[in-house]
Structure formats: structure tokens, C-alpha cells
């Protein structure tokens, strides 16, 4: 009997992002969506407005990363990553990388 050939299994990420309206977090839900969709253009990304100081991103509803509980946004890269390991069958992992905070006290 010969053997059947492999085939990867590929799906199509479903990636939610919460947002806040009032911090115009909007902007940031855009670039990733568009980071993301360069890299995985079968994935479905969904930005909408939620809780002040949100950024909350779901990976086929996972909670992934929270900038509430963070005080930073993820960072994209590590986001788009882990939608890429999801898209090949792997379960979505918590992004730990974050972008930089500039805060400044004086």
C-alpha cells in the first residue's frame, strides 16, 4: 500500500481585539491587524472599541495578552508570531513581549 502523502493542516486564526476608544488605541488595532494579515492573510481580525485602557487580544477566544493587566501593548511582533503558530495547528501561547513604556517622571 503506499503510504499517503502529509498534508499541513492550516487554519484560519480568528484574532479579537478590545480596544479603547478613549486612549485612540484604534490606530494600534489597525497596524497589528495589518501585521498580522501580511503574514497570515486567511486570519480573521476583528478591532472594537471596549473598556478605558484596554487592549485586550483573544486568539480563537484565548485571552492572549491584557494590557489591563500589563499597563503596556503587546508587543506585535510576538503577536503575529503566535497567530502563525496558531495557523499551523499549534494551541494560542500568552504573548509575554511588550513594547516599551515611555514614562517619564519628574
Not at 494600534?28 to 472594537?48: F, W
Amino acid at each position: 500500500m503506499d503510504p499517503q502523502p502529509t498534508q499541513s493542516v492550516r487554519e484560519s486564526p480568528k484574532v479579537e481585539v478590545e480596544y479603547c476608544g478613549v486612549c485612540d488605541y484604534g490606530g494600534h488595532c489597525l497596524t497589528l491587524a495589518k501585521m498580522i494579515n501580511e503574514k497570515n492573510p486567511t486570519a480573521t481580525i476583528i478591532c472594537k472599541r471596549g473598556r478605558q485602557g484596554s487592549f485586550e487580544v483573544l486568539i480563537n477566544e484565548k485571552l492572549v495578552y491584557s494590557k489591563l493587566q500589563t499597563m503596556a501593548l503587546p508587543d506585535y511582533e510576538e503577536v503575529v508570531n503566535v497567530v502563525s503558530e496558531v495557523s499551523e495547528g499549534m494551541e494560542p501561547k500568552i504573548i509575554k513581549g511588550q513594547q516599551p513604556i515611555n514614562c517619564i517622571i519628574q
